[in-house]
């Protein structure tokens, strides 16, 4: 059985602050953290609650962030000085994580860390735009991983990664889930506040919607999302794009999402 603890984002933030803030595009939480954060904006506790059953709260033992190279040395070099942190490092360079910042009993969050990656499964860290993308919270030391990019990494944990080994339970499949309902929010959120004369804000829809659609024709990517037994369409807020006078929008989404062959208008 797994008793590892487990702790809610907010726990992690005053370690965060004491790490270098860097410039926007520098940092980025991914990871369960992320989910967790992302299910607290776009989602309802009942939403949460009813996919989490009796873990009732989104929690995780850690926190993952991914970092620029320019970052690396910033963020290693106040990690080393400070008395509350301890680095590990993998000298195998094929790990995604290239350093964890160990927190100690004495902090208050016993048997958990940091880990810095290099990368994250599943996703291409340029043609993915996981920097670009990332949004900013109120209250979040550094920027969150994109919904839908996030969709994608958690897809294929599910697929690549055992779920539940004598040792360690993993919440991928729980992760994924609540990812589904938050693409699909999240993806409203945007179509509802978007204008129909400012063609950047219809790009930034499609170009989310582009990334998932690549994603789905991957055999990982199918193979997670059969295991979490979730529907793709069910993150992308169809009926509201359909009812909008985003006529781009409604095009890209009938010839891809619901192939019906009307090519949309280049944006």
Do not use: W
């Amino acid at each position: 059985m797994d008793n590892t603890p487990q702790y809610s984002p907010e726990e992690f933030f005053p370690f965060l602050e004491n790490l270098p803030k860097g410039e926007s595009g520098q940092a980025v939480i991914c990871g369960g953290q992320a989910v967790n954060l992302l299910a607290a904006l776009f989602l309802t506790e009942k939403q949460i609650e009813t996919i989490l059953g009796e873990i009732g709260s989104a929690t995780s033992s850690d926190m993952d962030i991914m970092i620029t190279p320019d970052f690396q040395k910033r963020i290693s070099a106040a990690a080393n000085k400070s008395k509350e942190f301890s680095l590990q490092t993998f000298a195998d360079c094929r790990q995604p994580i290239q350093f964890a910042i160990m927190l100690g009993e004495d902090v208050g969050l016993p048997d958990s860390r940091i880990d810095v990656l290099r990368s994250v499964k599943g996703i291409h860290t340029q043609k993915d735009r996981v920097f670009e993308d990332a949004l900013e919270l109120d209250g979040v030391p550094y920027q969150v991983m994109n919904p839908a990019t996030m969709l994608i990494a958690k897809a294929e944990n599910c697929a690549t990664l055992e779920q539940d080994s004598p040792t360690q339970k993993r919440n991928d499949i729980n992760h994924l889930r609540l990812l589904i309902l938050i693409v699909h929010n999240y993806l409203r959120e945007l179509v509802n506040h978007c204008r129909p004369d400012f063609k950047d804000e219809q790009r930034g829809i499609i170009r989310s919607l582009k990334k998932i659609r690549a994603a789905s024709k991957k055999t990982n990517f199918k193979k997670g999302m059969k295991l979490a037994k979730v529907n793709l369409l069910d993150a992308i807020p169809i009926k509201q794009i359909q009812k909008s006078n985003l006529e781009t929008l409604r095009k890209y989404l009938n010839n891809t999402f619901l192939e019906v062959s009307d090519p949309p208008d280049s944006l």
